[in-house]
């Protein structure tokens, strides 16, 4: 009977993150559109739309697994958590004058969480081609290499 029930939560618990996942379509009023927009031209304005789109994968990745040391569940929060994302260090806000890069991702960016996730649930990239792999790809998994970015899928 045990056994039964653990299934049944799981399989909730599951569904809970399917749907979370599934078809979110962002306001562009919204702080978490906003706070996105600014982390993907910090992060990868210069990477092909694949890979920004890819960094926006990540992001939404953390949000579903909701851990505290990612900033939880809310997009804005996982962007801006402290030593996580290298672009919001000890900054409040994010300009973007290069308008052309800003409008490129405006693009696709609204609707960005109803496609596939292009990183096979990657949390975590670096940028392969720039520097040596960190110690934290020890311990995890490759999922994709886009662009400069090499992707990762780690439970920590």
């Not at 939404?60 to 958590?81: M, Y």
């Not at 609204?110 to 934290?136: K, L, M």
Request: aromatic content about 10%; proline content about 2%; glycine content about 8%.
């Amino acid at each position: 009977m045990q056994q039964g029930r653990a299934l049944f939560v799981i399989g909730v618990l599951l569904g809970i993150a399917v749907e979370f996942s599934s078809g979110q379509i962002l306001s562009t009023n919204s702080n978490d559109y906003q706070v996105l927009l600014r982390t993907i031209y910090c992060e990868a304005r210069g990477e092909p739309t694949e890979g920004q789109r890819a960094v926006a994968w990540v992001i939404k990745n953390r949000a579903i697994r909701n851990l505290s040391h990612w900033g939880g569940s809310n997009i804005a929060n996982v962007c801006k958590q402290r030593l996580q994302f290298s672009c919001w260090n000890g900054v409040t806000d994010i300009r973007m004058p290069d308008v052309s890069a800003r409008a490129s991702i405006e693009r696709w960016l609204r609707t960005v969480y109803t496609g596939q996730d292009n990183t096979n649930r990657a949390t975590h990239y670096y940028a392969y081609r720039r520097i040596t792999a960190p110690s934290w790809t020890r311990t995890c998994v490759a999922t994709v290499r886009i662009g400069n970015h090499a992707f990762y899928r780690c439970q920590r």
